[in-house]
């Protein structure tokens, strides 16, 4: 008959690998983790790195979200009360136009105006945390002054054109803010400072040039419907923020799910396979030191 002489060898190599399996489910039962080294689960651990990536690139873009979602919903109210301010200085000049005020009521509307003004410049100037929205690219200055050095009184810009864009994870990008010339003084009759500047003109002296008073009037509310076209795109920057952020999360939840179900340990199942293990390790550690008593020879076995 005959016998394998690496048989005991065999035996002592399964032994070896069999308490390399014990320590690794013993490291994962105690640990809670599947995958506890690289060495272990090479795909497992790199589909790990890929996923953990794609977490922090959801998490760093929802928290960037927020932040600009909030410049843009204070934008977007500062817009809201321009818009206020400007229906009623309208009807102020619309008041003052038909003729049948005094001078000292006109007056008192021009200065009306004057104080409205005062409060589109004070909203034009709009900060958020100590960045001034409506600024450009400019955003540690304000943007807006106004001189009356001149009648008309003239504001003027100092901010810049740039236009700010946040990168959605799909590499759609979404406009982040409006420059304030754009907004506020547009072009000829869609200037919202050039029509109230000659409205407080037009009504200083109590007396109405009612031709030029008119036109002042609907320059300003041509720049009041211009204002809210550009509101528009705050607000659709903010409604395409939401929906991006919520993806975002939704797939953030998704993966952080995979990741768990990838990386936690599958404990009754280690559990068994730990108890089959040390079984099968006290089987084999019982045949060795049976082996190893009869002076390590198998034929010593094969004798009657």
């Not at 990168?167 to 200037?191: A, R, Y």
């Amino acid at each position: 008959m005959r016998v394998d002489p690496s048989y005991l060898t065999n035996l002592v190599s399964s032994l070896d690998q069999t308490q390399a399996n014990e320590q690794q489910l013993s490291s994962e039962l105690s640990s809670g983790a599947s995958i506890t080294s690289l060495s272990q689960n090479p795909a497992g651990a790199g589909e790990n790195v890929l996923l953990l990536n794609q977490i922090q690139q959801d998490d760093s873009f929802t928290q960037s979200s927020s932040l600009v979602t909030s410049q843009l919903q204070v934008a977007d109210s500062a817009l809201g009360s321009v818009v206020s301010e400007l229906t009623q200085a309208v009807s102020l000049a619309t008041s003052a136009n038909n003729g049948t005020m005094s001078a000292s009521d006109v007056q008192s509307a021009g200065s009306q105006i004057a104080g409205i003004l005062n409060e589109v410049q004070s909203l034009a100037n709009t900060s958020y945390q100590g960045q001034y929205i409506f600024a450009g690219g400019l955003t540690g200055t304000a943007p807006f002054s106004t001189s009356n050095t001149t009648s008309p009184g003239v504001t003027a810009y100092s901010g810049d054109e740039d236009v700010n864009y946040l990168e959605l994870p799909n590499g759609q990008k979404i406009q982040l803010n409006v420059p304030g010339d754009q907004i506020f003084l547009g072009s000829g009759t869609n200037s919202v400072f050039g029509a109230l500047n000659a409205l407080v003109a037009d009504y200083a002296s109590g007396t109405v040039n009612t031709q030029q008073a008119a036109s002042d009037t609907e320059a300003l509310s041509t720049a009041l419907n211009y204002v809210s076209q550009q509101r528009v795109t705050i607000d659709n920057s903010i409604d395409q923020l939401s929906a991006a952020s919520t993806a975002a999360t939704n797939e953030q939840t998704q993966l952080t799910t995979a990741q768990t179900d990838l990386m936690q340990a599958d404990i009754p199942t280690v559990s068994t396979q730990l108890s089959q293990a040390e079984s099968q390790q006290t089987a084999l550690e019982d045949v060795i030191a049976d082996l190893e008593s009869s002076s390590n020879n198998l034929f010593n076995k094969l004798q009657p």
